[in-house]
C-alpha cells in the first residue's frame, strides 16, 4: 500500500477508530517503534491526511498528538500498515478531545527522556535501494562501505542509551554534512531521520594494516588492499557489525588448513559467507524454508545440507553432514565480493568465523584486535565506527517438513538481528534476572510484559567472558531499565554463573534446576502455566539428587516439578571431563550392559587394540569409584558412547562433535530400531542395555556405521513416543515440551514431532530461544518472576 491518502480513506475502521473521527488525540505506541523509520512513517502517513500535531521518541515508546479530520483512518493506518521494520505492541488511547486547532502542521520534535522503558531494534541487515545506490557510479555514495537508510544498517551495536537518537549512538562523533543533514530533515527522503546516516564526505572510513611491515605501499584503497590479502591466499581480520570476523578464500584449502591451525581451532566447523543463494545452492541442497532464512532482514548463519561432490574443502567442516552459510549484511561485507577489484577473482565464497580466540568473546576495539589476533591473521581491515555492544553472528536452522509449508525455525545461537528483542509474556510481573547456565551463556531479564534475554555471552569459563556478561548486563538493565528484585541460578555449585549470583546477594537468589529451567523456556514462549509432561534431552544438568541429569522425563508447571522418569544412571569415568573422550564414556556403557562380558565385548570391537588393555582395565576398575565417576543418565553420553563404538568419533575436539557425527550419518528410508526396556519403578528407568548389545553385534557384524546410527535415532524417537503415551495415561497430560541440546539433532526432533503428533499429543518446542543452554536463562527467569508473582519462595 502506499501513502495516499485516498487508498488509506478507503479502509473499512474498526469500532474504537470509528469513535476517533474528527479529534484532537493523543497516542502511546509501545513495541519496536524506535530506529525502524517510525517517525518518518508518522510524519508522512500525518500529512498525507492534512492532520496536525507531532511525533516524538520517549523513553517507553513513541507518543503521537494529532487533530484534524481523518484521525479515526490515521489509526486505522498506524495499526495495519506500520514500517516493515517496526512492531507495534501496543496503541493506547492517552487522551481524546474535540479539535482545537491546537497546531498549525505535523512535525517530528525532540525525543524527551524519563523513567519507562521502549523495545530496542536489532541490527538490520543492509537494504536493496541501499545496494542499488552503492553500485551506481553517479551516486555519491558509490563503493560506500557504511551506507544505510531508515530501513536498514546498525542499531543495537552502537547505541548507548535510549531514547535512540544520533547523540546517544556512537555515530554521535561523525558530523553529518550539508547533503547528509539535508536528507536527514527531509520527510520525503528515504534517509529522513535515519540515525547512522553518512557519506564519504562526513562518515566512518576503512583503513588497512598489514603485519609485515615491510610491504611496500601499492597505492591501493584499504578494501582492495584486503582483497589483495584474500586472493593471495592470506587470512584477514575484518571488522564487522558486532565485532571482527577472520576471514580467508574458502576455496583455498591451505588457507583453511592454517586458519584451523593458527586459531587452534581443532575439527569445530566454521562459517561461511557467499554473495548469493544462488552460489550457496553450488555447494548446499536449500528448501524454501532456509532461502527465507537466508534472505531475511536477520541474516543468520544458516545450517544447511551438504551437497554431494561439492568442491569446497572437507577442512571447513570435517565430517559434518551441514555448511553454515550467511549472506553479506552489511555493505561491507557485499564490497568483499562486489568491489570490481573482486569481480574477476575468485573469491566466491568466504570463511568468516569469530574473531577471537577459543572460548572468548569476539573482539570488537581495533587496538584489541592487534593485540588479540596478530598471531592468526595477517592484515586487518579496520573501520573507526565503534561497536558499542558486542554482537557474534547467530545460528539458525530450519526443521525440514518435506514440503516446505509451515516451516520451523530453530534458534541454535541468537545473537545479531534477534537480540535485545524481547520476548512478549502473558502477564505483568516483577523485574527478575536468569543469570543463565555456563556452557552457552545467556542472562535474560524480565520488565512489565516482557523477557529480554541477552546476546550470546560464551562459555563462563574465563575472566574475559565474565567481564562481557557483567558489560552487558549493565547494558541491557540501562537500556530497559530494568532493577532486578530476585535472580535465578542453576542448582550446579561448580558453575562459575552459580558463584556470580551469589556473590551479588542484594536481590533474592532462588536455585532453579537445570532441565526444569530448560521445560520453563519453552513454557514461557506460549504462555503455558498447567502441568506438561517434559522431556528433556542433553549433555549433563545436576540434579536435585546429585547426579547429573540429561535424559529426563519430568511433570512440570512454572513453580515446580516431579521427576516422573530418567534413563537409565551409568558412571561418567573421570567425571565432566570424560566428555572430551567419548571412547571412555563407551566403556563405562558397554560395562553397564553386559557386566562380566566386558572384556570380549571390547576385544571384538577393537577397543582393547586401539586404547590399550592397562587402560581399559584402569577404567572399569575406576567406574565404581563415585568420587571419580559420577552417576549421570545425560542422553548427550550416550551419543557420545554410540559414535565411539561405531568408529565415528572416539574424541570430541569441540562440544557434541560425536553426536553431531553421528547425526551426520542418519539416512532416510530405514526404519528398523534396537530394543529398550522400560523399567518400572518410580521413577521409571530406560535401560539401554539390550540397546548397546545390538549396536556392538551389528558393528562387529559389519553392519554400516549409517545403518546403525539410523537405527540407534529410531530407538530414541521411539522410548520418547512409548514414554509420553506412558505418562500420558498415568497423568492425563496432553501437552509435551520438547527440550535440551539434544534436541539441535533435527532428525531427532523432527521424527519426534511427527510421531507425538500422529498419537495426538500438543507439542511445544522453543521458539524464542535456542533448545540448548543459551535457553536456560528464560526458564530460570520465568521460573522466579512466576514465583515471585504468586508469593512463592
Not at 555447494?283 to 524454501?288: P, V
Amino acid at each position: 500500500m502506499t501513502e495516499n491518502s485516498e487508498e488509506w480513506k478507503s479502509h473499512r475502521m474498526d469500532e474504537e477508530n470509528k469513535a476517533c473521527i474528527n479529534r484532537h488525540i493523543v497516542l502511546r505506541v509501545k513495541g519496536i517503534v524506535q530506529g525502524v523509520g517510525f517517525r518518518p512513517f508518522v510524519y508522512n502517513l500525518a500529512r498525507s491526511l492534512n492532520l496536525t500535531g507531532y511525533v516524538k521518541n520517549t523513553d517507553d515508546g513513541v507518543t503521537i498528538e494529532i487533530e484534524g479530520g481523518l484521525t479515526g483512518h490515521f489509526i486505522d493506518s498506524l495499526k495495519r500498515y506500520p514500517p516493515p521494520l517496526a512492531d507495534i505492541k501496543t496503541v493506547e488511547i492517552l487522551k481524546i478531545e474535540e479539535p482545537g486547532n491546537t497546531y498549525d502542521a505535523f512535525s517530528i520534535i525532540e525525543s524527551e527522556d524519563g523513567e519507562g522503558f521502549t523495545l530496542t531494534s536489532p541490527d538490520v541487515s543492509v537494504c536493496g535501494d541501499c545496494l542499488s545506490e552503492m553500485m551506481d557510479r553517479n551516486d555519491r555514495r558509490y563503493l560506500y562501505p557504511f551506507i544505510n537508510c531508515t530501513n536498514c544498517g546498525p542499531r543495537y551495536t552502537i547505541t548507548e542509551k535510549v531514547p535512540y537518537d544520533r547523540p546517544n549512538t556512537t555515530m554521535k562523533v561523525f558530523r553529518m554534512c550539508p547533503d547528509c543533514e539535508r536528507e536527514y530533515n527531509d520527510p520525503s527522503d528515504r534517509r529522513f531521520h535515519a540515525q547512522p546516516n553518512a557519506c564519504p564526505e562526513c562518515g566512518p572510513s576503512l583503513a588497512f594494516e598489514a603485519l609485515d611491515k615491510s610491504m611496500p605501499d601499492n597505492g591501493l584503497s584499504p578494501l582492495e588492499q584486503a582483497l589483495s590479502f584474500l586472493k593471495d591466499g592470506r587470512i584477514i581480520a575484518v571488522k564487522g557489525l558486532g565485532g571482527f570476523h577472520i576471514c580467508c578464500n574458502a576455496l583455498n584449502a591451505d588457507s583453511v588448513s592454517r586458519l584451523r591451525k593458527e586459531k587452534r581451532r581443532n575439527n569445530k566447523p566454521f562459517a561461511l559467507m557467499a554473495p548469493d543463494v544462488e552460489t550457496i545452492e553450488r555447494y548446499c541442497y536449500i528448501t524454501a524454508g532456509e532461502k527465507r532464512l537466508l534472505l531475511s532482514h536477520c541474516r543468520p548463519v544458516v545450517l544447511l545440507k551438504k551437497r554431494r561432490g561439492m568442491v569446497i574443502p572437507e577442512s571447513i567442516a570435517p565430517g559434518i553432514g551441514y555448511l553454515g552459510f550467511m549472506l553479506p549484511y552489511t555493505p561491507l561485507h557485499y564490497l568483499l565480493f562486489k568491489h570490481p577489484a573482486a569481480l574477476d577473482s575468485e573469491l566466491k565464497c568466504l570463511v568468516m568465523t569469530s574473531g577471537n580466540l577459543a572460548e572468548e568473546p569476539i573482539v570488537t576495539d581495533n587496538d584489541e584486535a592487534k593485540k588479540v589476533l596478530s598471531g592468526i591473521v595477517e592484515g586487518f581491515l579496520f573501520h573507526n565506527r565503534d561497536i558499542f555492544m558486542r554482537t557474534d553472528d547467530s545460528v539458525s536452522a530450519v526443521l525440514r517438513d518435506g514440503e516446505d509449508t509451515g516451516s520451523i525455525t530453530l534458534h541454535i545461537r541468537r545473537a545479531r538481528g534477534f537480540v535485545p528483542e524481547a520476548i512478549p509474556l502473558e502477564s505483568e510481573g516483577p523485574e527478575v534476572l536468569g543469570v543463565g547456565a555456563d556452557m552457552k551463556n545467556t542472562f535474560t531479564l524480565t520488565k512489565g510484559k516482557y523477557a529480554i534475554p541477552s546476546q550470546h555471552i560464551g562459555d563462563m569459563e574465563n575472566y574475559e567472558s565474565l567481564k562481557f556478561y557483567e558489560e552487558t548486563l549493565d547494558n541491557l538493565k540501562r537500556v530497559y531499565r530494568v532493577e532486578p528484585v530476585a535472580a535465578g541460578y542453576d542448582i550446579h555449585p561448580g558453575y562459575y554463573s552459580t558463584k556470580w549470583a551469589l556473590r551479588h546477594g542484594q536481590m533474592k537468589l532462588i536455585p532453579v534446576q537445570h532441565h526444569h529451567a530448560h521445560i520453563a523456556s519453552v513454557m514461557a514462549g506460549y504462555g503455558l502455566d498447567e502441568n506438561v509432561i517434559g522431556i528433556v534431552l542433553d549433555g549433563t544438568g545436576m540434579g536435585t539428587d546429585g547426579n547429573l541429569w540429561g535424559g529426563e522425563f519430568l511433570v512440570s508447571n512454572a513453580i515446580n516439578f516431579r521427576r516422573v522418569g530418567h534413563f537409565r544412571y551409568i558412571p561418567l569415568i573421570g567425571g565432566e571431563s570424560s566428555i572430551r573422550q567419548p571412547w571412555k564414556t563407551a566403556v563405562s556403557f558397554i560395562k553397564e550392559a553386559v557386566q562380566s562380558d566386558v572384556m570380549e565385548y571390547l576385544i571384538k570391537i577393537g577397543f582393547l587394540k586401539k586404547y590399550g588393555e592397562r587402560n581399559i582395565n584402569n577404567l572399569i576398575a575406576l567406574s565404581d569409584n563415585r568420587k571419580f565417576c559420577p552417576l549421570s543418565s545425560g542422553a548427550g553420553r550416550f551419543f557420545d558412547a554410540v559414535s565411539a563404538i561405531i568408529g565415528v568419533c572416539d574424541t570430541n575436539t569441540f562440544e557434541a562433535e560425536a553426536p553431531m557425527k553421528l547425526e551426520s550419518l542418519v539416512r532416510d528410508g530405514i526404519i528398523n530400531d534396537y530394543p529398550v526396556d522400560i523399567i518400572l519403578r518410580e521413577p521409571i528407568e530406560i535401560d539401554f542395555s539390550m540397546t548397546m548389545v545390538s549396536i556392538m553385534n551389528d558393528f562387529i557384524n559389519g553392519v554400516k556405521p549409517e545403518v546403525i546410527s539410523t537405527r540407534f535415532h529410531n530407538s530414541i524417537i521411539g522410548i520418547i513416543v512409548r514414554m509420553a503415551k506412558r505418562l500420558r495415561e498415568d497423568f492425563q497430560i496432553n501437552k509435551i515440551v520438547l527440550a535440551g541440546g539434544t534436541f539441535q539433532n533435527r532428525y531427532l526432533l523432527s521424527h519426534c514431532l511427527g510421531s507425538l503428533k500422529g498419537s495426538g499429543f500438543d507439542i511445544y518446542i522453543n521458539k524464542h530461544v535456542p533448545c540448548n543452554d543459551a535457553g536456560i536463562s528464560l526458564g530460570q527467569a520465568y521460573i522466579v518472576r512466576e514465583k515471585i508473582r504468586r508469593g512463592i519462595e
